[in-house]
């Protein structure tokens, strides 16, 4: 990361879109934003229309002045290519740019994000517009970064889509009866003879509804097309201003758990990873910790860039909360906490009309700095002008894995069974939740990564075992590991096709059983089982099974229906380490209880003792160790410090031994002694 100006520091700012506004107010800006304390602005997210007027016409003058005035005023800046909307004209002339929808219905021009990725038009034009920003701007030394379009997503079934899904697939499987075979289409002789006969899966062709398929590899291979022709858009800008502009690193700010695209493989072509947080109302501090772990995550632990979050409000939700005091810094430094290096807001100013008129911004409608947001910005700015580059570039040191996978996302979700409210995210964040409130530190995995540094692996619902993944966990388990998986599990391949020869395939050894069938349990309706002398609910899916292993031990057995006394929970000792098997979905308090008897058995330490509201979290780098700890509660806690240290905020020392006291919503960054 390039950084400028003010030196190294945690980057502060966000989206600034003065070309929505007259000149006359942009040197008030310039003093407002510096008197917050703001040093980053990304520029040029939505200005296609304004850079080419018309085909052949481009006009930076206006670019031109606002970047010499941020420069001038000392600000770095994340510049964006504009490629996220484009111009009327252009979808006009050219409507192969347009999009059709899932339903099959072509749009017009309106939106935004509303490119076709495999439009020729929209490759052609977005690739020479990124070159041209990074010719023109290339010596401005403020720039920090390269955002390329803004929250790529969606996706088009139009015609031009549906040939490249073919060149795709041609590529993928060579042969049609390569095809065939992996697809399984023998099933209602769906047997394709030619490419040109296979049409892209939707509401026209092989789907119910959105996610109801009735041809699920079909189904899955376009996800994974989808995602990799918006993704080949984003390489081909990223190869344009890395032409021009090797040493700037290059983003696209990503949405979290976005379910459209695998960002475990966008990530291999981002330099930094960037992100946008925008909660749901009610969302947990845990919900919100396992998205900035999982954008950690998708680069193998590698800081990210907190790209967006409103000050205040957002627009789009259906009840759109403010944000209580003191809650826009906690969120600012639980994102720190969890990996980021930069803490910026969607805006900058909020805009006047339109779709965001009513967002949420640091310079609110009233136009001064007298309003609670500015003031709670300028406060935080002032903080991390305090903590400066102390903890950048510092990674999570986590004894704990969890396994997540676009494809198992896709694959779970599109089956037609067992249940219709089986929802995999749910169940990861069941055991994210558990762990999160003991205090482990987690990272977020994906089939790639190596295990050889954790203790704790955890895959709920891990029901496409992609090949060799069955044998790096034993590998896992065998050199002492402690894994568990769940119910739904070893189930498909690849392909979405169903591994024979018993559940959980090619898991089995290793869990040290087989299942023989899967009971979907309807809403409201529950078994039960006894854990450590409690009994908990067992609820969702419940897997039947058969002990098949010497090694393996049933801690809990079903207490109803006609499967009473088979296994729960079980514990398979397999080399010098040992795999568990939870069959079917319980309550947080179990999970509580079940992650720290595997933690304590794997000897994984909390970064702080639990306590309800408290989230303590790890990061180091070359100048040390920082314990984060956040108050999300209401209440005022204390908690004891296991070693001395400094705290990075009030410059308090602090004993080992010593109570550290966390009023509502504060925070404190202990750098170890
Ligand atoms: C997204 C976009 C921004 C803005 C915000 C509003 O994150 O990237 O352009 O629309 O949402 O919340
Ligand atoms: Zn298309």
Redesign the pocket.
């Known amino acids: 990361m390039r950084y400028s100006g003010k030196g190294r520091k945690i980057a502060y700012g966000g989206?600034y879109n003065p070309e929505q506004w007259p000149e006359a107010i942009w040197a008030e800006d310039m003093k407002l934003l510096k008197e917050a304390h703001i040093d980053t602005l990304t520029l040029n997210?939505f200005s296609w229309a304004a850079l080419q007027p018309s085909e052949e016409e481009y006009d930076f003058s206006k670019l031109d002045k606002i970047m010499e005035m941020v420069r001038d005023n000392g600000f770095q800046v994340c510049l964006a290519t504009s490629t996220g909307a484009h111009p009327a004209w252009m979808a006009k002339k050219y409507p192969d740019i347009l999009r059709t929808e899932f339903s099959g219905m072509k749009r017009k021009f309106g939106g935004r994000h509303n490119s076709c990725p495999n439009s020729p038009t929209y490759r052609k034009y977005s690739v020479r517009l990124a070159e041209k920003l990074a010719r023109r701007y290339q010596n401005y030394e403020n720039i920090i970064a390269w955002h390329i379009s803004?929250?790529y997503g969606g996706e088009c079934y139009c015609e031009n889509c549906e040939k490249a899904f073919r060149v795709w697939l041609r590529k993928k499987y060579q042969t049609i009866e390569a095809l065939n075979q992996a697809w399984n289409t023998a099933f209602w002789g769906h047997t394709f003879y030619e490419w040109d006969e296979i049409v892209l899966p939707n509401l026209l062709s092989e789907h119910f509804e959105y996610d109801r398929s009735q041809f699920q590899s079909i189904t899955l291979d376009y996800k994974r097309f989808n995602s990799e022709s918006i993704l080949e858009c984003y390489r081909l800008e990223y190869e344009a201003v890395k032409r021009v502009t090797p040493e700037i690193p290059v983003t696209t700010?990503l949405m979290g758990f976005y379910k459209g695209l695998d960002y475990k493989m966008w990530a291999k072509y981002m330099d930094v990873v960037s992100w946008?947080n925008?909660p749901a109302n009610g969302d947990s501090p845990a919900k919100i910790a396992m998205s900035h772990d999982l954008m950690r995550g998708i680069k193998g632990g590698a800081p990210f860039l907190l790209m967006?979050q409103?000050p205040s409000v957002?627009?789009?939700l259906p009840y759109n909360a403010l944000k209580r005091p003191g809650v826009m810094r906690l969120w600012s430094y639980q994102a720190a906490a969890h990996g980021a290096d930069a803490v910026m807001f969607?805006q900058m100013r909020r805009t006047a009309g339109a779709c965001?008129k009513l967002?949420g911004a640091v310079i609110d409608h009233v136009g001064t700095n007298q309003t609670r947001v500015y003031r709670e910005v300028q406060a935080l700015g002032a903080e991390l002008e305090k903590i400066g580059g102390e903890t950048l570039g510092a990674r999570t040191e986590a004894k704990a894995a969890l396994y997540f996978d676009w494809d198992n996302w896709w694959a779970v979700e599109c089956s037609a069974g067992p249940s219709c409210e089986l929802k995999y995210l749910d169940e990861v964040l069941n055991y994210y939740e558990a762990l999160h409130g003991l205090n482990i530190g987690v990272d977020l995995v994906g089939p790639e990564d190596d295990l050889e540094k954790y203790s704790l692996l955890a895959a709920p619902v891990l029901y496409m075992t992609k090949p060799g993944y069955d044998e790096k966990i034993r590998r896992f388990v065998a050199a002492g590991g402690t894994f568990i998986t769940t119910f739904f599990s070893g189930i498909a391949d690849e392909h979405d096709r169903i591994i024979l020869g018993g559940y959980p395939g090619r898991l089995r050894d290793i869990v040290g059983l087989w299942v023989e069938e899967e009971d979907a349990l309807p809403s409201g309706t529950e078994n039960s089982f006894t854990y450590q002398g409690k009994t908990y609910p067992a609820r969702l899916v419940c897997d039947l099974s058969h002990p098949e292993s010497s090694g393996l031990t049933v801690l809990s057995r079903y207490e109803q229906d006609f499967y009473a006394g088979m296994p729960v929970l079980t514990r398979n000792e397999y080399g010098s380490g040992k795999a568990y098997y939870m069959a079917a979905r319980s309550n947080q308090e179990f999970y509580h209880t079940l992650l720290k008897d595997l933690c304590d058995e794997a000897g994984i330490v909390p970064a702080a003792d639990p306590q309800d509201g408290l989230e303590a979290a790890v990061r180091a780098n070359e100048n040390g160790r920082y314990l984060f700890l956040l108050n999300h509660g209401e209440q005022e806690l204390k908690t004891e410090c296991r070693e001395a240290g400094i705290e990075l905020i009030s410059q308090k020392e602090y004993r080992a031994g010593e109570y550290m006291l966390l009023g509502a919503k504060d925070v404190k960054i202990l750098k170890i002694f």
């Open positions: 989206d997210v803004n929250e700010n946008d925008y967006e409103t957002t627009n789009w969607f965001e967002h």
